[in-house]
């Protein structure tokens, strides 16, 4: 079998690292020069025992429960293993130590200095020593004679010196290596080696060549070279038996020669081609552990050849599928699959995953996930069967034992999938339990860390922002493991004891009573798993596959049951996420579902036990929402997955963590994400899952990016720009959908990039005579984005193109008027079944008269800004939004387009009840019936709402709503399709028409003229009227939209003095009209009687206007763009 060479991991700062076996094989111990020893219970451990013996640590050596250590004090220091207690000073020197060896028997130790001298030590009485003088340089490297009868040498003056330990004496001498004054500057660190068991051979590595020396004669035996070998070699160890020797380079190679036939058998070459500067083989298997210059820990399996089984071995592993699950076999499953922790480790190699399916009569290997330390392998087997010497390793040893080959004794074996143990469950933002110092909770409102030594049983609360509450010390007398944070209160469980039940701890110190905290005993055996928090209320899932939600003084709530075990839970504002088993999962895969529920007024479930998408052979690291409330979640391989609710609630991809890893087992630990700003906030971990408490961990900000294909060329770029946007917006809609304010600006500047971004692609792919793609880019345009592209195409002569599409805008206009109607006739139907049971008159439809006065003012103050906008705007512009992804004030299922929402805010911002009209017959269109605000928005607002009617004031806390649109819904009526009118209607039309003077005639509804009544007409609106004869002359078939673009054509052909000019002239008439706006009056009843005949027209005024994403000097500025691509 080949052999297998495990991903390096970090283990040390950069510098000089050593590498070692214990003496049963059962972990790793290493020493860099950060000072630490570390303590590896295999490759995978991602939270390793680490002693700190001094600044810097050169060489450690270990035997028999002692670990010596060659330190930056200049002493060779001794500590108990595993415990790492000190044990004293064994010796010192003048320089420190460069290198340690411990006798054959364990009794002495070597250690060789940069002061030149070479010390020899007894263990147990540090008095009797011998030193070695001869050396005109620092020593580089010693090794014992496994017959402790000589001691062999290296230094930095090149020579190799064999001692006799008895006399002190310098045996022999040999002139190898090259001359230098320091260790730092040698070329290779000379690590020698005698051959085990007889020490006939002496192993020295000179230059890109092993001599070996035989033991009395001293004579060079022979040299072991290979033609990988193309730079000096630093180390050499044999392996137990005797028969292999291994040898890494300064280049990062290592290489494995069976000395009898003197043939390279095994070839690795390093990562990254860092220098190997320690090697360990295993002392009972064919494992080599070795380290590199930059403190990396790395691990060579299955070198040489591998022993056949034997029968005993084919008995013990051979299994029926029948009986895979029977009784027979929990021995075998529960005693080596165990549950992984909540953080759990790896035993098998993360790059060979992918190798699901393996030769028949092999052993299959229970994988539970790339980071699982608890994997089944041959070598428990073995070590189950008898077979192995040693039988007190730990669960932890795994998948570095030989497996075993095909044989023709063994019985035919199951082969297929294996199940994958479940993973236990956490709570997000928590570090291990066992730890002493751990965090407990780390979210975007505080932490809250938990410290449980001999010293202090206590959980200290800081907050984030000290306004919310100030930092808290609790003792922890119940010993609670979980915990979650809220800005108005902290939850806090603990689990069952023989005396005490599982609690649930809630301190509500939002509350204005005294008394702030409240407990509550779970029932006989059952255990809480989970906690989290939400606004409001609290919840916790349970060993009895329960759910139970509490407010946050304490009352019970709802209860419900999960279909499987809890893995993990989380809370925002009213939504509810549960995590839990669907089932079992093979080949390291988790079977997990989620339920994603909201708990406010109206209850109702939005993900029903979906399954949750996770990497192959991955597990759960973190489940919790963005600032905004979108539904997130982390798995063990970096990706980070964000709920696309514009997508039917799938789950996409918006970031891997390990994209932005330096090292291979290094990770990203999550604790909050926002999509406004678009920032993923982790904490680095280096070489590990999780952080220390101490010192405070540093927060890293990571960007998104959705991973698109061929983002590398600015077409994939700004695709994937233009839908991360579109995602990371999207939580917008929802907000408005449940009532919430959002920054109306905001939306509209991101609107404005995400045209601009296709606009840049539109440009590029006529630039590569793609004009299908250019149709396709179109149908994501708003309408005013879209007549840009005309304009584009014609001037690039892409005539067709153009027409294609203009086709595609008028499409556009007859879906969206098409909606429109439908909504119309949706609002009207509500609007009567609102009349039945109300009296009109004694609301007036929930007017609010202070709120509009406001709002006028408002109105009046944009339009003075916005007067050369409105010449730009075309007559598609009502449909500039897309309902799937800019919507914002879609309140229903049943609504398609986003005028719902604007339409009811406009209509009750805009029309003033106070205001004097021009005519007694004129009817004054009332605002909105309050009935739309209850079934819009939430009940506070419908209760605010209220209110200001009564007191005839606004409210003085803004309740959740919208805000109240401004100046771009009135543009869009300018253009809104002629719609039938009732015969009063049509009649205060033309009685309208005579007064105002300043309509235009080519759009004859009862909106429009409501829209005139109240404003002053644009620059191009004027235009237009002076020239609409002109238009219909030359093109006599046209209809009133098409009039209208035609229009928009014309005027857009005028110099922009020209246009200032009208623009300049329709502000002139503003005066008279502001004077008369300042009027008010209150409605007479006789104007009750025209009010169903305009109250959707009235609302209709104010649509698409608000919908504007573009304007004048973004399309200038696009225009520039688009024709300097040309």
Known sequence: MPSMQKPMRYGHTEGHTDVFFDDTGSCIVTCGSDGDVRIWENLDDDDPKSINVGEKAFSCALKNGKLVTAVSNNTVQIHTFP??????????????????????????????????????????????????????????????????????????DGSVRVWNLADQTCTTSWLLLQKCNDVINAKSICRLAWQPGTGKLLAVPVDKVVELFRRETWDSQFNLSDASITQPLNVVVWSPCGQFLAAGSVDGNIVVWNVETQQCIERMKHEKKYSICGLAWHPKYKQIAYTDTEGNLGLLENVGDVEKPNDKVASAVAKDYNDLFDGDDDDYLNGDMVEPPSSPKTGDNEDDADELVQPPGHVRRAVIDDDDDNSLDIGLIKAGSGLLEKEDYGDDQTGGFSALPPSSTQQPL???????????????GSTPVHLMHRFMVWNSVGIIRCYNDEQDNAIDIEFHDTSVHHATHLPNSLSHTMADLSAEAILLACESTEELASKLHCIHFGSWDTNKEWTVDMPKDEEIEAICLGQGWAACATTALLVRVFTVGGVQKEIFSLPGPVVAMAGHGEQLMVVYHRGTGFDGDQCLGVQLMELGMKKRQILHGDPLSLTRRSYLMWVGFSAEGTPCYVDSEGIVRMLNRGLGNTWIPVCNTREHCKGKYDHYWVVGIHENPQQLRCIPCKGSRFPPTLPRPAVAILPFKLPYCQVATEKGQMEEQYWRSILFHGHVDYLSKNGYEFDENAKNQVVKEQQELLMKLFALSCKLEREFRCVELADLMTPSVVNL???????????????????????????????????????????????????????????????????????????????????????????????????????????????????????????????????????????????????????????????????????????????????????????????????????????????????????????????ENRRPMTGFQMWLKENRTN???????????????????????????????????????????????????????????VENSQEQNSKDTNVSKKSKPLDASTNNRLSAFAFKQS
């Open 789 to 1011: 592209a005309i304009k584009y195409s014609s001037r690039s002569r892409r005539l067709n193109l153009a027409q294609r599409l203009s086709e595609v805008a008028v499409e556009k206009a007859s879906e969206l008027a098409a909606a429109a109607q439908e909504h119309e006739e949706e609002e009207e139907a509500f609007q009567h079944h609102s009349n039945a049971g109300y009296s009109r008159s004694a609301t007036n439809w929930g007017q609010l008269p202070g709120r509009n006065v406001q709002q006028d003012e408002e109105v009046e103050n944009a339009e003075e800004t916005d007067a050369c906008e409105e010449a730009e705007e075309t007559p598609e512009v009502q449909q500039e939004k897309e309902p799937d992804h800019f919507s914002k004030g879609v309140t229903s299922a049943e609504v398609i387009t986003p005028k719902s929402a604007l339409v009811a805010s406009s209509s009750r911002g805009r029309v003033n009840p106070f205001k004097v009209s021009s005519s007694k017959k004129d009817p004054v269109v009332p605002s909105a019936n309050i009935l739309d605000n209850m079934t819009k928005y939430s009940k506070k607002t419908s209760l605010l709402g209220s209110r200001a009617v009564n007191k005839q004031n606004p409210p003085v806390i803004k309740p959740l709503t919208p805000k109240p649109k401004t100046k771009q819904a009135l543009a869009a009526s300018f253009f809104q399709p002629r719609t039938p009118a009732t015969n009063p209607a049509e009649k205060t039309v033309e009685e309208r028409e005579e007064k105002a003077g300043n309509e235009s005639q080519e759009v004859k509804v009862t909106a429009q003229e409501n829209t």
């Open 83 to 156: 415990e790492g207690a000190p044990d004293g000073i064994l010796t010192r020197f003048t320089m420190h130590a460069n290198h340690l060896t411990f006798s054959p028997d364990g009794t002495r130790v070597a250690a060789g200095s940069s002061d030149f001298m070479i010390k020899v030590v007894e263990v147990t009485d540090s008095s009797k020593q011998k030193t070695f003088r001869g050396h005109d340089a620092p020593v580089l490297s010693l090794s014992f004679d496994p017959k402790d009868v000589y001691l062999a040498s290296a230094s930095c």
């Open 414 to 428: 199951y082969d297929g999938p294996m199940p994958t143990p479940r993973q236990k469950p956490f709570q997000s």
């Open 1031 to 1089: 238009i219909l002359t030359d093109n006599p078939d046209l209809n009133e939209a098409e009039v209208i673009k035609e229009g928009m054509s014309r005027f857009r052909m005028l110099t922009s003095e020209e246009r200032m000019v009208w623009t300049e002239k329709a502000k002139g008439g503003r005066v008279d009209d502001s004077a008369e706006d300042k009027k008010r009056k209150r409605p007479t009843a006789e104007e009750d009687e």
